[in-house]
């Protein structure tokens, strides 16, 4: 049994029952760091071992004495290096935020509450603007399936552990797809749940960042779609200092009634139309909805066409030729920066417009979320591409930042949207499948998101590391 492919769930469930120890499942992810992370480079800040195996036995000796037990209980998790964890230094990529945490972040103090066990930070772009997760503090994280190849931004070194077995578990940030366009580049499941599910509480960029507040979301990375849920379920509901999270009830895919499901699908978005390869995996996972759905229908948002307008270029980038951004990085002491930052320096240079027209964007943006909503009044979920394209080469990030269109637009919307691997390149590449639902309709998109697993296998083991 390798311990290390086995789904979050399984593990607990082994752990709980005192099938296998959680010191055993601590050892073996350590141990599996200690193979793919020079390799990978996406562990950034590790915890003391030393500490993460006292933490392990002291699970033991509850699990011995019958005492009660966390839903992760003994679950080795990694962390977003955004996130802050208590006693780890938490930089977003720049050494010139790299701190020491004082305190947990919301998200990843109940993932402790509930037996988790952190095993480090994961790398992220310089600042947690990029496309690829490369900075010049710690270097660039390699795609499990293909070193040569990224495993996105901004969670990819997040997806590229999980992916290669190095940890079970990670919650990670999305502001443009930054946890569903790395779980496509590296075949695992990632969910960015409804905005406002999972408190954004302790984040090193502050927990309400003025504009992006409302497209900010935290979410899970994991090996399958129920662990994705495990790690939902403890994770959401607020806090009382996230001023966006509110108390929603969650429900459970379980109890989703797939039959009753009316679902929408299209390949194209009028902005980054897929390859063959992604379109034909896409029409696949459509057609095996179809299979036990209500019905399904090829039918496109007609405001689609706006996305990368709206909020890469309006709120993104900004609107005052990146003199804000400039200021940012001179009180930061910030003199070079990396590949990624400089394109994004580069484009935001090049922006401008007035207090007026920035109003009229905010109104235009709301518009379109009134335009989806219609939209969604005939049908319940949206089956379509994540990426146009699988894991692209190095260096390719931000200069095709349009690729991200497909995801973005959920961003806008705020609405629940989980990826799920449904197919492989001729390259051998991971190909994944957005799913999304209704808002806060977090359990529908799990729940089709997991026949699709289910269907088409999900995650499958890298190669390089069998």
């Not at 480079?41 to 993460?52: F, G, K, R, T």
Request: net charge negative; with cysteine; hydrophobic share 40%.
């Amino acid at each position: 049994m390798e311990l290390c492919h086995l789904p979050a769930h399984e593990l607990v469930r082994l752990m709980t029952s005192r099938s296998v120890s959680c010191r055993e499942v601590t050892q073996a992810h350590l141990a599996q760091i200690e193979r793919v992370n020079p390799t990978l480079n996406a562990l950034v800040e590790a915890a003391d071992p030393e500490e993460c195996l006292r933490l392990a036995d002291h699970a033991d000796e509850c699990a011995a004495r019958g005492r009660p037990l966390g839903a992760a209980h003994g679950l080795p998790v990694v962390v977003k290096d955004v996130i802050k964890v208590a006693g780890l230094a938490c930089s977003g990529g720049s050494s010139a935020l790299r701190a020491v945490a004082p305190a947990d972040a919301t998200a990843v103090a109940r993932l402790r509450g509930a037996g988790a066990i952190v095993l480090g930070l994961t790398n992220v772009p310089e600042l947690g603007r990029g496309a690829e997760s490369n900075n010049s503090l710690y270097g660039r994280t390699n795609n499990p399936y293909d070193l040569a190849r990224t495993p996105g931004g901004s969670s990819g070194g997040s997806a590229a552990l999980v992916a290669a077995g190095g940890a079970a578990l990670s919650v990670g940030t999305d502001e443009g797809g930054s946890i569903r366009q790395p779980s496509h580049n590296t075949g695992i499941a990632g969910l960015k749940p409804s905005h406002g599910r999972i408190p954004r509480t302790g984040n090193v960029f502050g927990s309400a960042p003025g504009i992006f507040g409302p497209f900010s979301h935290y979410g899970p990375l994991a090996r399958s779609v129920a662990d994705l849920f495990l790690g939902l379920s403890i994770m959401q509901g607020p806090d009382l200092r996230d001023p966006y999270a509110v108390p929603a009830p969650l429900g459970n895919p379980a109890d989703v009634d797939l039959a009753s499901l009316r679902v929408a699908t299209y390949l194209d978005d009028g902005i980054s139309a897929p390859t063959d390869e992604v379109a034909a995996v896409v029409t696949a996972a459509a057609a095996a909805v179809g299979e036990v759905a209500a019905h399904v229908r090829h039918a496109i948002p007609g405001c689609l066409g706006r996305t990368m307008e709206l909020l890469w270029t309006s709120v993104f980038l900004g609107g005052d030729g990146g003199q804000e951004f400039e200021e940012v990085l001179r009180a930061l002491g910030v003199t070079e920066t990396s590949e990624e930052l400089a394109e994004f320096r580069a484009q935001a240079s090049k922006v401008e417009f007035s207090v007026t027209h920035a109003r009229r964007r905010l109104a235009e943006l709301d518009q379109y979320r009134v335009d989806m909503l219609k939209f969604m009044a005939d049908y319940d979920v949206i089956v379509c591409p994540a990426m146009p394209t699988p894991a692209k080469p190095h260096h390719h990030g931000l200069v095709e930042v349009s690729d991200f269109s497909h995801l973005m637009v959920h961003n806008i919307t705020r609405w629940p949207a989980a990826v799920v691997r449904c197919g492989t390149s001729n390259d051998g590449l991971p190909i994944g499948v957005q799913i999304v639902a209704r808002p806060w309709q977090d359990a529908t998109a799990l729940a089709v998101a997991a026949h699709l697993e289910t269907v088409f296998g999900g995650w499958q083991p890298p190669p390089l590391w069998v």
